[in-house]
């Protein structure tokens, strides 16, 4: 399944960047576990394993890092949403803000 399928307002996000980063803006509702902390804060996701969740950062590169961990883990449903921009214009072109 695409990710333009399956993100709509009740979607998890996950932003695996540094809380300095987050604080300089971030998707709103997001839980913010820098990916040095996704091993022992992995609990925290709500849904993790149940249903989908999408793990995003600057680039892409540590939110793809943090669904490998947690894929290796056991989890399943997990997705890579690139960057932060590429999540908010996704959002937007479904009017979810």
């Known amino acids: 399944m ?3 399928e399956l993100i709509d307002a009740t979607t998890p ?5 540094t809380p300095e980063e987050f604080a300089t803006g971030h998707i709103e509702g997001a839980l913010n576990i ?20 999408v793990f995003y950062c600057r680039s892409g590169n540590r939110s793809g890092l943090a669904v490998h961990q947690l894929q290796l883990a056991g989890y399943g449903m997990l997705y890579n949403g690139g960057s932060l921009e590429q999540v908010r214009s996704l959002l937007s072109k ?3 803000k």
Do not use: M, N
């Open 2 to 4: 695409k990710l333009s």
């Open 13 to 17: 996000f996950v932003d695996v960047r």
């Open 34 to 53: 820098p990916l040095a902390d996704i091993a022992t804060k992995k609990d925290e996701i709500k849904g993790l394993g149940e249903k989908p969740v």
């Open 94 to 96: 479904k009017g979810i």
